[in-house]
């Protein structure tokens, strides 16, 4: 499986993007998938997850804005960010971590939030 995300752009603070991570190869054989973002000049942090079984985790600093969702008909991944802050300025990427154990990442894909 490889992985093609898009979306990122420049936004206002409030304003929303939705970024996507679409799956090339078997979706089925994927037990995962995250988002990370990599901040300047910060480490790499996990953002949201969803599993298998169809549940969403997120980190504390986006919950209740970002939204990880999964479009059967276009077997993509969504990111939808809403209420973005100066803080979720990063390069976001997704990752699958597949059933046999090996992990796959897209490419990133920048996310400016600046009034």
């Known amino acids: 499986v490889q992985l093609q995300a898009s979306g990122g752009g420049f936004v206002q603070p409030g304003e929303s993007l939705r970024l996507s991570c679409a799956p090339y190869?078997?979706?089925?054989?994927?037990?995962?998938l995250h988002w990370y973002r990599r901040p300047p000049g910060k480490q790499r942090e996990l953002v949201a997850t969803?599993?298998?079984?169809?549940?969403?985790i997120y980190a504390d600093s986006v919950r209740g804005r970002f939204t990880f969702y999964r479009d059967d008909a276009e077997n993509t991944f969504y990111l939808q960010m809403n209420g973005l802050k100066a803080e979720d300025t990063a390069v976001y990427y997704c990752?699958?971590?597949?059933?046999?154990?090996?992990?796959?990442w897209g490419q990133g894909t920048l996310v400016t939030v600046s009034s």
């Open positions: 990752k699958a971590d597949m059933y046999s154990g090996e992990t796959t």
């Open positions: 190869g078997d979706r089925h054989t994927i037990q995962a």
């Open positions: 969803f599993t298998d079984a169809d549940e969403t």
